[in-house]
């Protein structure tokens, strides 16, 4: 690419922030979003990884309607067709040129990009957003048991919750760009974004060089921005009424950070992920920036 389009990744995990994220920054003068292709290609594209049934995870069938349901009432709307999306069509995607634009910010989780380095487009600066896992698997639980999978997170199979709880799977990104791309990638903690926002932000933007404005620090609710994005039929038509979602839409600024819950007030099933989890978080958490003044 011979382009000067500023391309900006920032990858992260489950319940993140990473909606209300990109909400804010989609009123950056000159950017071009897109959001969740490497997500909706992992559920619905050619090389989908759907669930199998097994002793070990009767629920596949379960899932794989679940899955094909949520294909079929979004096929009318605007948007990419998700069963087209190959790791190769995003790549042209993400790489293709964007007249008119001076940044082009793309964001999803790692867990969806499969450990497929090798299929990464080129010419990205790279960012890391976290959020501790005692809230982190609360609300991503709430979250899936909204789609009647099993209560204990435990059993769920790995097209749900994957093998490393979606923090190893962003640890290895974080390692493998380290190693090939960039020695010193952006990583951010969503608690102290919603603790300091304008400090944060314009660190984050100073960074990954994005135009910081303060007013960029409220915005209008509702959904209306999102026609601008970049995404999948599937992310394109989300339910303003979707409890993963209203919070974002009826936001009209970062909200004061809620105190990080103590790990016996969860769930037996809760405190297995996080246990499992916390050494990737305090991993990450320790390189994050903090604000310049």
């Keep these: ?42 559920y619905f594209g050619p090389d ?45 995607i993400l790489e293709a040129p964007y007249p008119g634009k001076k940044v082009f910010l793309c964001k999803d989780q790692a867990q969806y990009l499969d450990g497929r380095y090798d299929m990464l487009p080129k010419g990205f600066k790279y960012s890391f957003i976290i959020r501790h896992p005692n809230k982190v698997f609360p609300s991503y639980k709430k979250h899936v048991l909204g789609a009647q999978i099993a209560d204990d997170m435990r059993t769920w199979p790995p097209i749900v919750l ?40 314009s660190t984050y933007c100073s960074k990954m060089g994005i ?22 039929k599937i992310c394109m038509s989300v339910d303003e009424k979707d409890p993963a979602y209203r919070n974002v839409f009826e936001s009209e600024g970062f909200i004061r950070p809620s105190p990080i819950p103590d790990l016996d007030s969860l769930p037996d099933d809760v405190q297995a992920c996080v246990r499992y989890s916390i050494g ?9 920036i903090v604000a310049s003044r």
């Design 280 to 288: 990737y978080y305090e991993d990450l958490h320790r390189q994050r």
């Design 211 to 232: 135009p910081y404005s303060s007013k960029l620090l409220s915005w209008k609710p509702g959904r209306d921005i999102t026609s601008t994005w970049v995404g999948t």
């Design 48 to 92: 989908a990884k759907r669930p199998v049934t097994t002793p070990h995870h009767p629920m596949g069938p379960k899932l794989n309607a679940l899955l094909d349901g949520i294909y079929k009432s979004k096929v009318a709307a605007s948007g990419v067709d998700p069963s087209l999306m190959s790791l190769e069509s995003i790549r042209r």
């Design 162 to 201: 994957p093998p490393g709880r979606c923090y190893k799977e962003l640890c290895d990104l974080v390692e493998y760009v380290r190693e090939n791309i960039e020695p010193s990638p952006v990583i951010l903690d969503a608690d102290d974004l919603l603790q300091d926002p304008a400090g944060i932000l």
């Design 1 to 42: 690419m011979a382009d000067e389009l500023n391309r900006v990744f920032l990858w992260g995990i489950p319940r993140s922030l990473t909606t209300v994220f990109i909400k804010c920054l989609s009123y950056v003068d000159g950017i071009q979003i897109a959001t969740q292709l490497y997500a909706d290609a992992f």
